[in-house]
């Protein structure tokens, strides 16, 4: 088991290693209000926001394309457990009580499935945060993601580098790294999903996803 705790860097410029992101800091909870309205219909950019600092990311292919396949890749694992489960995609969660904000990759609900069902709009300082959160972080965000998600509660946290893959789970307000997925199932493995990553480069779509809910019922069978 290892406690995961990031050290941001900080910067108030774009960072040295990509163009993707910029990070503002002394950023008013207005500010970031209106820029969300601003592009409330635009999937890019998006933005993180955390007391004051505001990070700005505009995802390239390569990041795009993996946040799809885990994606599409936990829909069919979950479909294969007959799983009650809906993903939220990059939905906007914030909390002004908290002063904080962010935009994942992907979200979904499973566990606080039905307690969301069927709402148009969510509040956040009552309604339950998503139940898993995907974060592809190429180069790492100079931004502490994890205390904000921690600070939502959100369950679990799938963190892809590009390279690996780590399975976080929240923990007494800290993200513990485990080798499966605990809202998802004991089944579905760090081991297991990356196998099923590299099966992707090497087949069509249609493909792939049948053979991830192939593989998840041959599991089961044991």
Known sequence: MATVIESPVAHSEATHMEKERTVLHHVSWETYQ?????YEHQASPRFTFTQGALEIMSPLPKHERLKESLSLMISALAEALEIDHEGFGSTTYKREDIRRGFEPDASFYIENLPAV????KLDFTVDPPPDLVIEIDLTHSSIDKLSIFAAFGVPEVWRHDGSELRILVLE???YQEREASKVLSPRITRELVMRLLAMRNTMTLP???RSVRATMQNEKEF
């Open 172 to 174: 007494n307000d800290t």
């Open 117 to 120: 069902s069927g709402k148009e």
């Open 207 to 209: 493909a792939w996803l």
């Open 34 to 38: 209106s820029l969300l309205s601003d």
